[in-house]
């Protein structure tokens, strides 16, 4: 495929008209600056909850003014561009592309991605809502519409209604744009959280009940990870498991993991509660006998490091090609302060990947082939086929 351009834009004002305003001018701008005419077919739309209530107004105001454009996104706590956050205040990130039409499928409930037909999915970006019912058995099933298995993209994050953006504004289900064979695309998952313990061997579970690891009662286990007194009285040990997380291992990686991370398998969940007395655990995620796990805390040096090494990952695999744009869905939990300072995540990619266009938002969980995490980033790069 010949060489398609990405342009960016972003702005954060307290009312949706000015900040989109500032938005379109941003692209116009770009647009104008061509050296030939393009057919922009294709429009991210990321806007942080401030302006949910706004959405579809944003949406029609889009079509408006960038007609023929089809848009895809969602809401999150903040938003992101190249070395920017606009992180739990009014704003709107935007990405827009020149993709031929025939090379992506917008898809929704009311526009089902189908197997067969004419057009063949090799890879996906999906929203969804965390309420939505059956979501993991959801993304199997998208996942499985694609040719390379390989979903990315995150879940609507709102202190207000959550929805998707897929042509319209709409709510349920999974939405998003699957992208043909003829689209590049390159991605990585990066951890935010860091073992606080050895790697451990499920021998017993019950559905989210863990019972046993390696022939050990569970809360044993983590009594010990935690250098606590097996004797520690329950206030004591509620807060310390409230602030403890659970980093599971499933299968397939794509990268090599190193010692004291995670690699990209590892899905991070809550511990739900306790049973002191049958030294019980519950947690945030199916269990099944034979899966390794390690307790592990929120740790941004380590989130940081791993961001680094999953941008040069990237930036080795796409060579001497060119990288046309960006997107960058990260936990709602590692926005703000978090890294440090504000805008430190996204100026970490950007020192890596140089100032690409790039669009993005924090999410309430994050998608990567046919798993939801959380903690996480995704980080996606469109990338030239051939050389220049």
């Not at 702005?11 to 770009?30: E, V, Y």
């Amino acid at each position: 495929m010949s060489a398609r351009k990405f342009l960016s834009a972003h702005a954060g004002h307290p009312h949706w008209k000015a900040a989109l305003d500032q938005c379109i001018a941003q692209l116009q701008g770009q647009i104008a600056a061509q050296a030939e005419r393009r057919d922009f077919s294709l429009g991210f739309c990321y806007l942080t909850d401030y302006f949910a209530a706004a959405a579809e107004d944003i949406v029609g105001e889009l079509r408006g003014r960038l007609p023929g454009v089809e848009w895809v996104g969602t809401v999150g706590i903040g938003v992101s561009a190249s070395g920017f956050e606009h992180f739990d205040e009014p704003a709107v990130s935007l990405l827009l592309t020149d993709l031929p039409r025939d090379a992506f499928r917008i898809f929704s409930g009311r526009r089902p991605l189908a197997r067969g037909g004419d057009f063949e999915a090799h890879t996906a970006l999906v929203h969804a809502e965390g309420s939505t019912p059956d979501l993991q058995e959801l993304l199997v099933e998208m996942a499985d519409r694609t040719a390379t298995g390989y979903l990315f993209g995150g879940l609507a994050a709102s202190r207000q209604n959550g929805f998707q953006i897929a042509g319209e504004v709409l709510s349920g289900g999974l939405s998003g744009v699957a992208f043909g064979p003829g689209v590049e695309i390159l991605s990585r998952v990066t951890q935010g959280s860091q073992p606080i313990g050895p790697a451990r061997r499920i021998t017993e579970c019950q559905g989210h009940y863990l019972i046993r690891l390696d022939d050990r009662p569970a809360l044993q286990c983590v009594l010990e990870d935690l250098a606590m007194a097996d004797d520690a009285d329950d206030e004591t040990l509620a807060t310390a498991l409230a602030s403890t997380l659970i980093g599971i291992r499933r299968g397939h990686d794509d990268g090599v993991r190193r010692p004291g991370q995670f690699g990209a398998e590892t899905l991070v969940r809550h511990i739900l509660g306790v049973d002191p007395q049958a030294q019980v655990l519950a947690v945030g995620e199916e269990l099944e006998n034979g899966m390794e796990l390690a307790f592990c805390a929120r740790n941004p040096g380590a989130a940081r490091a791993d961001l680094v090494r999953a941008a040069q990952e990237l930036h080795g695999a796409v060579g001497p090609r060119e990288i046309r744009g960006a997107l960058y869905v990260s936990c709602s939990g590692r926005g703000g302060g978090h890294f440090g300072a504000p805008h430190a995540e996204l100026l970490a990619v950007r020192e890596v990947l140089g100032d690409v266009p790039l669009t993005g938002y924090f999410a309430g969980g994050e998608i990567a082939r046919d798993r939801l995490y959380g903690y996480t980033g995704v980080l996606t790069l469109f990338v030239a086929a051939g050389v220049g």
